[in-house]
């Protein structure tokens, strides 16, 4: 039986226990119809939900590699130029998945973030001072989303001239909530597909530092990123590190706003601001679940056997929120530890900007107070839209005033 949950209605962002206890009750493992995606296995709980993530063996990204069709196959009416973009790190397994993870995870390794802080406090100190003061605006326009967009533009050394039209290229693909709105990102796919395959040129002749020259240049033995490969991963590093960000920052906002004692003791305490958001990542989930796995074979998960090409989907909200693994589960301790939630996943597809989207938080999370000290919410918390986007969770609006 499909669980008759919608993960996407309002009601259930707003307020997720009580369906996910239902989910729980229904068993580890339950079918349940996800958009896009249609009917597949959900995992409710902490331990399944970890148990597919670090099982490569039984669960895989590329149906191909479990019998079915490759992405490629399987969408062949796709427009040409999207091809490549299949080739990316999220949908492949074993040795492919590893060179390419290989060749870019120094460039994310806190060391490679600790170098950029300079540079993510200056975006957020430009887009916070102009700011328009005293009337109504919406902070996810004009802040949570630009934000992020523009740190990955300095991440992979974009000219500053073009980083409006990549903004704009992208963000349509920050929208896709239904088959339609997936065509509405194809054009500014397109653009971003010609702009890049020059721009690998241009950094191959100028050596202009950033992510994309040490992709270019990336080497591992005599193993090198071909065009189709470096475009794949650009393009993943985008998907993966914009919208993902701009809700984990907009879920840290929504947190304090409603709470300004909260907001107000870990201005005096920044070392607590680390704990408030992992608690964050754990409590509201801004990635509710990741891409699918296939099965491998008849294997066992969560109680039932699976077949070979079954497909199932981690459910990290479920996980974050499952009273038997986390101490209240239900409610936000801001200063809980340990806290080892799932929200960047686990195993061999684990995020590769954990320390990016925890540097950008902390940032945005202590220049907001700091600036703007008496920053407040316009309308009621509870009248705030959610954001209707696949496996996000976040707020779509979020009207406040400002003043120095
Ligand atoms: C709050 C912020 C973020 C969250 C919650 C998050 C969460 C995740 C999760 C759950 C996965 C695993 C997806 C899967 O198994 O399908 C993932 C993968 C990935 N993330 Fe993040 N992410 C965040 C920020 C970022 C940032 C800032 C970047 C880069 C700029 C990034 C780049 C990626 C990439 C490239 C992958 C694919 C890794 C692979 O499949 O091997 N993410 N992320």
């Not at 971003?192 to 591992?220: H, Q």
């Not at 919208?243 to 907001?263: Q, R």
């Not at 008496?374 to 779509?396: E, N, S, W, Y």
Request: glycine share 6%; aromatic share 8%; charged share 25%.
């Amino acid at each position: 039986m499909t669980a008759p949950l919608d993960l996407h209605s309002p009601d259930f962002l707003r307020k997720p226990d009580e369906g996910l206890a239902m989910l729980r009750s229904q068993g580890q493992l339950v079918r349940m119809k996800l958009p896009i995606i249609g009917e597949v296995w959900v995992t409710t709980d902490f331990d399944t939900a970890r148990e597919l993530l670090v099982d490569a063996e039984n669960f895989v990204r590329n149906p191909a590699n479990a019998g079915g069709l490759s992405l490629e196959q399987n969408y062949w009416w796709f427009p040409r130029f999207i091809h490549p973009l299949f080739r990316n790190v999220t949908l492949m397994d074993g040795e492919d998945l590893q060179r390419l993870r290989r060749l870019v995870i120094g460039a994310f390794s806190s060391r490679g973030i600790d170098a950029m802080k300079p540079a993510i406090e200056r975006i957020a100190d430009e887009l916070l001072d102009a700011l328009p003061q005293d009337r109504e605006i919406d902070l996810v326009d004009r802040f949570n989303r630009r934000f992020p967009m523009l740190v990955i533009c300095e991440l992979l050394g974009i000219p500053e001239e073009d980083r409006p039209k990549i903004q704009r290229w992208m963000e349509p693909l920050g929208r896709v909530s239904n088959p339609f709105t997936v065509f509405r990102a194809l054009p500014g796919l397109y653009h971003s597909n010609r702009y890049f395959r020059r721009d690998f040129e241009t950094v191959r002749r100028t050596g202009r530092p950033g992510l994309i020259k040490e992709l270019v240049e990336a080497r591992d033995g005599n193993d090198k990123l071909n065009d189709d490969e470096l475009l794949a991963m650009v393009t993943a590093i985008f998907i993966g590190g914009f919208d993902t960000t701009t809700h984990l920052i907009g879920n840290c906002f929504m947190t304090l706003l409603t709470d300004p004692t909260l907001a107000a003791s870990l201005q005096e305490d920044l070392k607590r601001v680390n704990l408030f958001i992992e608690e964050v990542l754990r409590f509201h989930s801004p990635v509710m679940f990741t891409n699918m796995f296939h099965a491998t074979g008849p294997v066992k998960l969560g109680g039932r056997m699976l077949e070979r090409g079954d497909r199932v989907v981690p459910l990290l909200i479920g996980a974050n929120r499952d009273p038997a693994k986390f101490d209240g589960a239900t409610t936000f301790q801001a200063d809980r530890k340990p806290n080892k939630h799932l929200d960047f996943g686990i195993g061999v597809h684990m995020c590769i900007g954990t320390q990016l989207a925890r540097a950008e938080a902390t940032v945005a999370v202590n220049r907001l107070f700091t600036k703007y000290p008496d920053v407040h919410l316009t309308q009621p918390a509870d009248r705030v839209p959610m954001l209707k986007r696949i496996g996000l969770r976040g707020v779509a609006e979020m009207p406040v005033r400002v003043t120095r």
